[in-house]
């Protein structure tokens, strides 16, 4: 096992960053309310792609070019990251959808930047390359958003079922093949469909000697995307998409060029945007089978939804004048193909606006519910028993109005966005950094749909009236 890395100075001094300052941690959008939106938004590439993704890279014994990355806090920790490791990332300064170039020739087993660990959960997705490829492995435990407890307890058990030893000292998982430098590949099965478990298990298994199969395995668009790169690099993946992916693993990889599949999370972000504001959107690029699920619930609220396009969607919740607005309804959040829970945020408070009561079940991650208290803010008639919501709707005395909020989490930041743009008057999103993790340019996107958003960090004055 290497030396584990110097603690302190060192850490930043590897990951070439500094301490943020008090200014970075207090961004505040102000959002003008009953602005109606129209034109047409590019879809960047999908975040929950991209980095796992990144982290495969890791995989490879020379460069690999990834296509439409994209630019958020997020991919940039985990670019650091890389670089802690010893590989070489370029990536074009305003390269909107550019090409970033990851040559992980000269990287080593670690340990990453625990500092850049710190702020996103992806970054533990490198044990499974660190272990397919030298075998062994010490990383952090993950950060990211709090929205639940999420534990790595799925991940090492499938890593031991490859033949690893795996150790907890401290905040530390220290791991390394039982059986020298090599994985051995194994059966295993996840008693829940985890995405990342799936991904660091695939990754770890390209590598191992013999065949893996993992049972129960995430079928999220984005874990086929994950298998599509490996497989370019010289992988041998089966099943990706569906419960049962086979492994058989090589001796090694080679990069490749790669792109990014759209995001489906913003691209359903920004439909929700549309009809929020009861406006009229076209989106591309998108892969509408990605988004069944949200276009059936948009549907049945009364949006026209239409494919204008192999890889384009159009949304309208234009009202008439024999309109009476959109219907509430119900959703439960689901491993993929059901409702993602990613969105559940921002359609929450789309269900603020409409006619009706709504019923809306989080069975994914416990904690996600911090928006809840903010919308209130806002005027939204929210009950909550335990993961069951009900959203009462605009007939039933949910009225938006602006009032100064607080975001927790990325999609819930979202979220308080969306509202603020339906609300009255004018809405301070604080703790906007969060938003920026992931969504690339979500400001100047909406902004150049009609939107009236504008960016100050000087967030103290608000803060005593939302605590």
Not at 87 to 92: D, G, H, T
């Amino acid at each position: 096992m290497s030396a584990p890395f110097q603690a302190g100075v060192a850490v930043h001094h590897r990951c070439g960053l500094h301490p943020p300052s008090p200014a970075a941690l207090e961004q505040k959008l102000v959002v003008s309310g009953g602005v109606a939106l129209s034109g047409h938004v590019r879809i960047s590439g999908a975040k929950n792609s991209a980095l796992p993704i990144l982290a495969a890279t890791l995989c490879c014994d020379d460069a690999s070019a990834i296509s439409r990355v994209p630019d958020l806090l997020d991919t940039r920790s985990m670019a650091a990251v890389l670089r802690s490791l010893g590989a070489r990332v370029e990536w074009p300064e305003g390269a909107d959808g550019g090409e970033l170039v990851v040559d992980a020739s000269a990287a080593g087993a670690g340990p990453p930047c625990s500092n850049e660990l710190g702020k996103t959960r992806a970054g533990f997705l490198v044990i499974g390359p660190l272990l397919g490829r030298f075998g062994e492995a010490e990383v952090g435990l993950p950060g990211g958003c709090n929205i639940g407890a999420r534990p790595v307890d799925l991940y090492l058990r499938g890593l031991r079922a490859l033949g690893a030893v795996v150790e907890m000292k401290q905040d530390k998982v220290v791991a390394y093949a039982a059986k020298g430098k090599r994985l051995t590949g194994g059966t295993f099965y996840l008693n829940y469909p985890s995405v990342g478990a799936t991904e660091t298990l695939m990754m770890a298994a390209s590598l191992a000697d013999g065949v893996t199969v993992l049972l129960n395995a995430a079928k999220e668009p984005e874990v086929s995307d994950l298998a599509e790169f490996l497989t370019a690099c010289g992988a041998r993946v089966h099943g990706a998409g569906t419960s049962i992916v086979t492994i058989k693993g090589v001796s090694k990889l080679h990069g490749t060029e790669f792109t990014i599949i759209p995001d489906r999370i913003e691209a359903g972000t920004f439909m929700v945007a549309a009809s929020i504001t009861c406006s009229k959107l076209s989106m591309s690029p998108v892969i509408p089978r990605h988004l069944t699920s949200v276009i059936d619930k948009l549907s049945a609220s009364g949006c026209t939804i239409t494919q204008t396009g192999r890889c384009s969607l159009e949304v309208s919740a234009l009202k008439s004048r024999h309109s009476a607005g959109l219907r509430g309804f119900d959703f439960k959040t689901c491993p993929y193909p059901g409702f993602p829970t990613d969105l559940q945020p921002q359609f929450m408070a789309l269900l603020c606006t409409c006619n009706g009561s709504s019923l809306v079940e989080e069975s994914v991650f416990e904690s996600r519910m911090t928006h809840v208290e903010e919308l209130k803010k806002l005027g939204a008639k929210i009950h909550v028993c335990s993961r069951h919501v009900l959203v009462n709707g605009k007939d039933r005395g949910s009225l938006l109005f602006g009032a100064p909020v607080m975001a927790h989490d990325i999609r819930g930041g979202a979220a308080l966005v969306l509202a603020g743009m339906a609300a009255e008057g004018t809405t301070e999103v604080l703790g906007a950094q969060h938003i920026e993790r992931g969504y690339e340019n979500f400001v100047a996107k909406l902004n150049s749909l009609g939107a009236s958003i504008r960016r100050n960090q000087d967030a103290q004055l608000t803060l005593s009236s939302i605590m």
